[in-house]
């Protein structure tokens, strides 16, 4: 029931169930493989077999005249220079000489770079022919090591050499803070290289249309709207003669749905051989094609007063990212440096990077990117400083986390071209109520029942800062048919996060309707022109906003033909289940559908000059982020025997401002920590001297299973409404893995004792037995 | 040259008759030849199980074995789990416990549990109710990159009690 208002409530906040569900579990997804057009052809990839090198020559004949084999195409078939650019330039970095062409034409710099392709009849005979394809590549070193790659005696890679970019961010006197110190505490800590790696590969298929020239793709998710004009402007088409389609995504975590070599190859050879063109990676191919991430090295320090009060804070970051910069150009270093000083109070803070080229796959972002491996260092520093100040880990956060009222504090950086300003919140009683919650679950007893059995058990510490909701806008139509179906075109995409329930939940809300009544379209370029894509956990906060405000514009409008129709004042409707009626006459009502088919054309309730049909389309413009906040707290027992790591007991407190579906909310934690476990301790992507994968199947990449991942404890917290909305909502894609290295690192520390930081990341089992042997590094 | 059979496979209890290539993976001939495209393909090496299809009502790898090999045998895939318009007890506990995201693996893990589920009926556990500790270890078999697992823990464990006490007399 509502009273006082004409908007009902319920349909945010509510753990409905999803809408994505029931096409999910019955096999009728449409994912990108799945489709199928008449005639189609089948594309695949030959990829370079060595890690750096000079390309001599591409002998194609033997794959030309295989069975089923229309065509193969090298560098020399392609419009000269093609390159793929930065879609996020920041800080004025200069990468041009960096970006990885489409198919390389005379030098080779990772295993799996594309070189050809071949494009038969079936995917067999395809893969068959692509094995005949005689590469002569004059082999180089390989370049693995980014220190030393960015030092004066390593192999070039480049003519410009192999650091991409070295930039410093921060403010105030850190020299000044570190001379006047009465501790300086500072360790190193490396980040393994590891990535998003979802469970669906690639697939792409570009349909053209002979008649019109169009081209229709199914399989680009996240960014389709950029996507579809960059493909526009790289094969000179208008990009209207182009439709993206929404199709179901088997996750994407950063790394899928980035403007990839064969997000050109493929429409390219649509269009070239007027046919359709499917294209799927293998799991192989994936793991050497896509975007690796975190690999870093930290030289951290953070100068103390006798109390344990932060000064000053410094990081010097080498970054490895691979072998070209990608479509992510320098963000995730940028957000590293750039989201360091985290929920603390630093009054000084200098954070250097290098971003160095090495002979692997080159890197992109990865859900929590830069946090994820800043967070780990940090805490990891804060950890091993409580120890030499003689306080507790969590008194030594306490002592330094912002409190309520420093907020909002704008730190002199920006990132992804926006001003660093942390908004709101009151991070010191989050992290009481992730304690109190944790002591409640029986985190301590089950630490101090370990220990007296024998055993050698960690409690793990880490709290994070978060960002969300970046704009710059977002647009949503929303649309009510004849039936008074409503339909909301949105520019989010659906990757697996369940945004089509929550934009359904939002709609509702605004709209006075019922969320079943509700459907949602994502990622339609033809449907959404106008959209900014699902990343970097803006989804829910900017494409939320925009449905509110074009539903709630639809809302006023049906609430002005209804009262026409009712012969009522507007301001004396309400609007609620799809039924707008007036206030204290329950019977004197009109439903959604009726109040659509009085907008048709030729209505008498349409006056002289209205556009008819009941829709609006808004856009919602923002210029800051919104940064939610969180606690991470792990109970680990480690195996002496072994270096085995088992993760007992695991809780993620987050602040979430409001959540719009507290189940999905949650649901974002747990397969976030998830990830994150399988980051901190068993996910590396390793290369021998010579630069070749050995983690090239799932064999050797390990991903967490159900034997790895406890059940994940949430506490969510609706405190601090964000004020940079009108939901007062805050991204939830990332804070279930951004602390996950950090409390990892703090619960093995823990456990093993160790006075000094445990230095590196992954800690799989041959790393942890020689902690347990030598100790940790100062 | 082809080596080309001609077989005869029931899929989720409608027989199919055709031409099939030796070397074509029961994946490839389920999703490309048959329209069973609710059967995902995650690695291609029998890792992740994301193509667990029930062959004569045994949980196998779709990837791992050949169209020709499933010749006069019974497939059951995810598309044949629902009755007509209604969710199987099993899907709607996945739904419930949100034991699904993007939805890529959740084929395989529907068809993996409905293999173990089916053993436990049979009386082939131990005959007691099933602990989570045994539920976690069925579907460690397989992987998802979303949830983190514990909704398909507790969608799994819910349906097992449920037909189970069913049974009881």
């Known amino acids: ?778 | 040259m082809k080596d080309t059979h001609l077989i005869r496979v029931r899929v989720n209890g409608r027989e199919h008759e055709l031409a099939v290539e030796s070397r074509r993976t029961l994946a490839d001939m389920l999703r490309h030849d048959l329209g069973y495209t609710g059967t995902h393909l995650g690695c291609e090496h029998g890792i992740c199980g994301a193509c667990t299809v029930l062959v004569d009502g045994a949980p196998a790898r779709a990837c791992l074995m050949f169209g020709v090999q499933a010749d006069g045998q019974d497939v059951a895939t995810v598309e044949g789990l629902a009755d007509g318009e209604d969710l199987s007890d099993l899907q709607q506990a996945f739904s419930d416990r949100h034991g699904l995201q993007c939805g890529f693996c959740t084929p395989g893990f529907l068809m993996l549990a409905e293999g173990y589920l089916a053993e436990l009926q049979a009386g082939r556990g131990d005959g007691g109710e099933p602990s989570e500790q045994q539920i976690r270890e069925v579907v460690a078999a397989n992987l998802c990159r979303c949830t983190g697992y514990q909704g398909i823990v507790e969608a799994v464990l819910e349906t097992a009690r449920r037909r189970q006490a069913m049974e009881m007399p």
Request: glycine fraction near 12%; charged fraction near 20%; aromatic fraction near 6%.
């Open chain 1, 1 to 778: 029931m509502t009273t006082g208002t004409s908007i009902p409530r319920g349909a945010i906040g509510a753990s409905m169930a999803r809408k994505e569900d029931p096409r999910l579990l019955r096999g009728r997804g449409r994912f990108g493989g799945d489709f199928a057009r008449p005639g189609q052809l089948w594309a695949r990839l030959v990829r370079s077999p060595v890690a750096h090198g000079r390309l001599r020559s591409i002998g194609t004949d033997d794959a030309a005249r295989a069975d089923g084999v229309v065509t193969v195409v090298t560098a020399a078939s392609l419009p000269p220079g093609l390159a793929i650019p930065v879609r996020l330039q920041v800080q004025d970095a200069d990468l041009r000489d960096y970006l990885q062409p489409v198919l390389a034409a005379d030098t080779v710099r990772y295993v799996g770079e594309p070189v050809a392709v071949v494009v038969a009849g079936d995917p067999y005979a395809a893969e068959d022919a692509a094995e005949l394809v005689d590469l002569d590549i004059d082999e180089a070193p390989a370049v693995l090591d980014a220190a030393a790659a960015a030092g004066p005696d390593a192999p070039r890679l480049f003519p410009g050499g192999n650091v991409a970019a070295d930039f410093t961010l921060g403010y105030g006197d850190v020299a000044g803070a570190f001379a006047r110190a009465d501790r300086i505490v500072e360790i190193a800590v490396e980040i393994g290289r590891h990535g998003a790696v979802p469970l669906e590969p690639r697939a792409l298929l570009a349909d053209p249309d002979p008649a019109t020239g169009r081209l229709s793709i199914f399989g680009m998710t996240k960014v389709p709207v950029f996507n579809r004009d960059l493909l526009a402007t790289l094969l000179g088409m208008d990009e209207t003669l182009i439709h993206v389609h929404a199709v179901d995504a088997g996750g994407g975590f950063g790394a899928r749905g980035e403007f990839y070599p064969e997000d050109f190859l493929v429409p390219w050879l649509a269009r070239t051989l007027r046919r359709p063109v499917m294209w799927v990676e293998d799991r192989g191919e994936h793991l050497v094609a896509v975007n690796h991430s975190r690999q870093q090295v930290h030289q951290i320090a953070a100068a103390f007063d006798t109390s344990g009060r932060i000064l000053g804070l410094r990081d010097d970051v080498v970054h490895d990212n691979g072998a070209y910069c990608r479509t992510h150009g320098i963000i995730v270093p940028e957000l590293t440096v750039a989201m360091l000083p985290g929920p603390y109070r630093v009054p000084a803070y200098r954070g250097r990077v290098r971003v160095v080229l090495t002979s692997k796959t080159p890197c992109g972002t990865y859900r929590a990117p830069g946090r994820f491996e800043g967070s780990t260092a940090r805490e990891q520093l804060l950890d091993v400083a409580a120890h030499q100040l003689k306080i507790s880990r969590n008194e030594i956060r306490s002592r330094n986390l912002l409190r309520a009222d420093e907020l909002p504090c704008q730190r002199s950086m920006s990132t992804l071209g926006t001003d660093v300003v942390l908004d709101a919140g009151d991070y010191p009683a989050l992290l009481a109520a992730a304690q109190a919650e944790a002591d409640r679950l029986g985190y301590p007893d089950e630490v101090e029942r370990g220990r007296r059995a024998g055993r050698l058990r960690g409690l793990g510490v880490a709290a994070f800062l978060e960002k969300s909701g970046l704009g710059p806008q977002e647009t949503a139509d929303v649309v009510v048919s004849r039936t008074g179906a409503v339909h909301v075109f949105s520019g989010g995409t659906s990757l697996g996060q369940g945004i089509e329930t929550v934009l359904a939940q939002i709609a509702a809300d605004a709209l006075g309707a019922d969320p079943d009544q509700v459907s949602v379209v994502n990622g339609d370029t033809d449907r959404q022109p106008f959209g900014g894509g699902s990343w970097a956990s803006r989804s829910t906060v900017v494409a939320g906003s925009a449905v509110h405000a074009a539903a709630g514009a639809v809302r006023d409008r049906a609430a002005e033909i209804a009262a026409r129709m009712l012969e009522a004042d507007p301001g004396d409707l309400v609007s609620e289940h799809g039924r707008i009626s007036v206030r204290g006459d329950p019977g004197a009502a009109v439903t959604l559908a009726e109040v659509a088919r009085a907008t048709a054309p030729a209505s008498p309730y349409l006056r002289p000059g209205e556009p008819a049909g009941l829709s609006a389309r808004r856009r919602f413009e923002v210029a800051h982020m919104t940064y939610p906040y969180g606690v991470h707290l792990a109970v680990v027992d480690v195996d002496p025997g072994t270096g085995g790591v088992q993760v007992l007991r695991y809780l993620v407190a987050y602040e979430v401002g409001r959540a719009v579906n507290p189940a999905l909310v949650a649901g974002q934690l747990r397969g976030g920590a998830a990830q994150g476990i399988g980051g901190a301790l068993l996910e590396e992507f390793c290369y021998d001297e010579n630069g070749q994968p050995q983690s090239a199947t799932f064999m050797d990449y390990r991903m967490p299973t159900a034997a790895e991942v406890p059940p994940i404890d949430v506490l969510i917290t609706q405190d601090s409404p964000a004020p940079g909305n009108p939901l007062g909502v805050r991204g939830a894609g990332e804070g279930g893995v951004s602390a996950a290295g950090a409390v990892l690192a703090s619960a093995v520390r823990d456990a093993l004792g160790l006075a000094g930081s445990v230095g590196r990341l992954p800690l799989t089992p041959a790393r942890v037995q020689e902690l347990a042997t030598n100790g940790g590094g100062r």
